[in-house]
């Protein structure tokens, strides 16, 4: 059954710290593997697309990672602003051009 | 703002009854797909059209159908509501109809409410 699963569901760090989320997919066949931001409320907006002979891509503060083999992302985001609080959600991409949507993890940053 | 726009931002409504949302796509974008968001659950993939055409469709139930006009813009009709329908239903559009990197662009959602 194609699925995905992140962890942890929620998280809290302060302001200006590290933090790493991570993904877990089981699509076949596997295509390429997305992180979206998503505001409370708002519509998801992409962070990064990476193909399956991709390891790592960056945009900004946000770096995911992929390793095809054992079928794991990680999204490391990196000195941690307040904005950042949000549900990150992890889509695998499978097949022609479809998604499976990751349940989201809610990062929550305080001052 | 990602250049998707949907209508209504919000929509309170009573069980039985049936509505329309509408969705109109980034300039130039011709694919429009629709995804339904209930309260903790993941997005769940409903219908995708292409340059007017259905091209896929995934968890739709049999009261939901959509269209793509020749103008491009998308409706998503939900009749005969239930409870468990409330949810926010957000359309995405895209460039091309598929491929590895054919990012997709969320609209603001419509957020339905059933009494």
């Known amino acids: 059954k194609n699925q995905v699963e992140q962890s942890p569901q929620s998280l809290i760090i302060l302001e200006g710290k590290n933090c790493t989320l991570q993904c877990n997919y089981t699509v076949s066949p596997f295509s390429n593997l997305r992180w979206y931001k998503q505001d409370t409320g708002r519509g998801p907006v992409s962070l990064t697309i990476m193909t399956f002979s991709e390891n790592t891509k960056s945009n900004g503060r946000y770096t995911a990672t992929l390793d095809a083999d054992t079928k794991q992302s990680s999204l490391h985001i990196t000195a941690s602003q307040l904005s950042d609080s949000a549900s990150y959600i992890c889509?695998?991409?499978?097949?022609?051009?479809?998604?499976?949507f990751g349940t989201g993890t809610r990062l929550q940053v305080f001052p | 703002d990602s250049g998707v726009t949907q209508t209504p931002k919000h929509l309170i409504t009573a069980t039985g009854q049936r509505v329309t949302l509408r969705c109109s796509p980034r300039s130039g974008d011709l694919s429009v797909y629709w995804y339904q968001q209930s309260l903790d659950q993941g997005l769940q993939f409903l219908i995708q059209?292409?340059?007017?055409?259905?091209?896929a469709k995934g968890n739709i139930l049999e009261r939901f159908s959509a269209q793509q006009f020749p103008d491009l813009h998308s409706e998503l009709n939900l009749s005969s509501l239930e409870l468990g329908d409330s949810a926010l239903y957000f359309c995405?559009?895209?460039?091309?109809?598929?491929?590895?990197?054919?990012?997709?662009?969320f609209g603001p959602g419509t957020r339905l409410t059933v009494l």
């Open positions: 889509v695998a991409g499978w097949g022609t051009d479809k998604l499976i």
């Open positions: 995405a559009s895209s460039e091309r109809l598929a491929g590895e990197y054919n990012e997709q662009f």
């Open positions: 059209y292409y340059n007017g055409e259905e091209r």
